[in-house]
């Protein structure tokens, strides 16, 4: 019986393999230019570590188990919460602010669709403990460089919590994860109707995330401004005190909030906003205010941005992330963090020309000399990959081989080569052939190598 992988992963054969990791080399080397360094944390993770920031409802949507110990564990589905966990236990020490980028696969269990899978790659990077407009100016300018150093260019929408925070403070709590939910999901017609059940159409909520563009600051600043002569019945009215928001599901009670119980630094700071754009232009970043992006991640506090690509359909965010803080929710002290997270499999769908992997040097060789043979290939492996046949094949045999794996150069070695000292390299795609030194393949191998041929998916 021929075992299958399981559902919702992958196999990458050696051309997808370079193909990826030359996108990924890529990527990384930008982030690695603006002085991020990498970390690693541990594929499975304790199952409260999750639970924690995103509620028990989490659990249906990962890989969770009991080990042999009993101890309750999942498969990370995410990379911030591990590494704000490495922060707290290991690095809160360091100066700061400290830049972290990774790249890692996670896993999330639900039903398999084109392109998402239960084992997906992310891309992503933490700066923690900076100056929020700074950090967050800086982590969205390199996140388009990222994209750009792989031939995409994204279409970044930027909008900021705190008003809206602002705003849901004057609705009774019950019905303010609902909201977000709405909002994130972009059901208008829902929100409209649950704002109006509860009294709360008048707080500007529908206005504000239908503003977008290079007005939306302006009339953001107004709404704020009125906002503190707005009342409604029940404001401020607890979870306990207030009916079930319509449409609240168990699960979503289930997925509290990350900031419940806590009180992070006040999030209502629209001067900051506009700082952060300030600086953006500097960075000469093209961007949309779009008041509608919260990311529905309640442990989000200031700005959030979502970077869409064309060419993936209406799923086509490839770049989520903005400013939080999760660090006391871990047993550390407040920290303020910014960071993104790359979907690198969507990526790979929309990313342009990656250079081809060049194959191996082939050396053939006749059964007399193959120790010669290897000492020649052990040199030559300084500049260039070279393979030699494990398969006893006669010379032309090795030969047919070489063509048959599309090789574009081969060394042929026999005894009257080693007692001239020249050597055959014979070029497999122009055809040709010539006798020369040991030094002179060489050279000629280097220029070859370096030489880079494009090819698209």
Avoid at 19 to 26: F, G, I, N, P
Avoid at 299 to 304: A, E, K, S
Wanted: hydrophobic share 40%; with cysteine; proline share 4%.
């Amino acid at each position: 019986m021929m075992i299958q992988r399981p559902r919702g992963t992958r196999d990458f054969p050696p051309e997808e393999a370079y193909r990826r990791r030359a996108v990924r080399e890529k990527m990384i080397d930008v982030m690695e230019r603006w002085g991020y360094r990498e970390v690693a944390t541990p594929t499975f993770e304790h199952l409260e570590l999750f639970t924690l920031k995103s509620g028990e409802g989490v659990i249906e949507e990962i890989y969770s188990f009991k080990d042999k110990g009993g101890r309750d564990i999942a498969l990370r589905p995410e990379l911030t919460a591990p590494v704000m966990r490495m922060y707290v236990s290991e690095l809160h020490s360091s100066p700061k602010p400290l830049r972290l980028y990774y790249f890692a696969n996670c896993f999330r269990y639900e039903r398999p669709q084109k392109g998402r899978f239960r084992e997906f790659w992310q891309l992503g990077c933490e700066l923690i403990g900076g100056r929020r407009p700074d950090s967050e100016a800086e982590v969205i300018a390199m996140a388009e460089e990222v994209l750009r150093a792989v031939g995409i260019r994204g279409d970044i929408h930027i909008g900021y919590l705190g008003l809206i925070r602002s705003m849901l403070k004057k609705v009774p709590e019950a019905h303010r994860q609902s909201i977000m939910r709405l909002i994130d999901k972009k059901e208008r017609d829902a929100l409209r109707e649950l704002l109006q059940s509860i009294g709360a159409e008048d707080l500007g909520i529908i206005e504000l995330i239908s503003l977008k563009g290079k007005d939306a600051l302006e009339r953001a600043e107004e709404l704020s401004a009125a906002l503190s002569s707005i009342e409604i019945p029940g404001e401020n009215a607890s979870a306990a005190q207030s009916v079930a928001a319509p449409g609240a599901s168990g699960r979503e009670g289930a997925r509290a909030s990350a900031r419940a119980g806590r009180s992070p630094e006040s999030e209502m700071d629209l001067s900051e906003f506009r700082e952060m754009l300030e600086l953006l232009d500097a960075y000469d970043v093209e961007a949309t205010i779009d008041f509608e992006i919260v990311r529905g991640l309640e442990y989000y506090t200031g700005t959030v941005f979502e970077i869409y690509a064309s060419g993936l359909g209406a799923q086509n965010q490839i770049c989520g992330g903005g400013s939080y803080e999760l660090a006391s929710l871990f047993g550390g002290s407040e920290t303020f963090s910014t960071g993104f997270g790359l979907g690198f499999d969507r990526i790979m769908e929309v990313v342009g020309e990656v250079d081809r992997q060049k194959p191996p040097v082939v050396l053939a060789f006749t059964p007399d000399v193959k120790i010669d043979a290897i000492r020649i290939a052990k040199r030559l492996r300084n500049i260039v990959p070279v393979v030699m046949d494990v398969m006893g094949r006669s010379l032309s045999a090795q030969l047919k081989s070489a063509s048959a794996i599309n090789a574009e150069h081969v060394i042929i070695i026999g005894r009257r080569e080693l007692d001239s000292g020249k050597l055959v390299l014979r070029d497999m795609v122009k055809g040709s052939q010539e006798e020369l030194s040991i030094e002179e393949i060489e050279e000629q191998l280097r220029i070859a190598f370096e030489q880079t041929t494009p090819v698209r998916r």
